[in-house]
């Protein structure tokens, strides 16, 4: 889920040719000119709300909000969504249809291809996105050695494959102080065993 919002968007640096996207949870792959995000969740709201935990329905806005900065900073003529684009295990909800279809053409008119990576909260999605000619990837989706995989089921990885990116499993920091605690993702890398 990306809210946090900012007025200016800066690259980092993490590896050669991949940049972090300062302070919203993607990253940017000069090689690819493609952004890669994961874990967006539409649909989380509703979902909630049945639970009884009512908050605001601003997901998609911010979302599409902090979108709207990462391409204006990246010039990403690509996006690789790496699953989760919605939260139901299930069938779709009603939200979630309304959403996807809202951000995928949103989408549309940012980028020019949209890559879909299945995850594992991704049942049921291919009845959305076939009505929006969108292709989705299962296991996972490779490009210049790039392998993109959600992270929820085990891959055969092909030789070509250079850099793994992964997303599933949310990584953060927690901050403690008292009774305060602040939740911060992050990015974690490390090297796969040869």
Known sequence: MLL???KKVDL???FKGIFTVDGLRAIFLEELNAV?????QLGEELYLAEQGIF???VQLKEMKEDLEKIFESTKAERIVI???LKHEFGEASQQEWREVKDLINFLKKKVKEIILVRGNHDNYLLNIISKLEIKLFQPFFLSKGILFAHGHQKV??????KVLIIGHEQPALVLRKGFDRIKVP???YGKTKS
């Open 12 to 14: 980092m640096e993490i």
């Open 156 to 161: 055969d990885f092909p030789k070509e494959m």
């Open 186 to 188: 992050c990015l974690l």
């Open 82 to 84: 790496n699953g989760d």
């Open 36 to 40: 890669a995000i994961s874990d967006l």
């Open 4 to 6: 946090f919002t900012q």
């Open 55 to 57: 908050v605001p329905q």
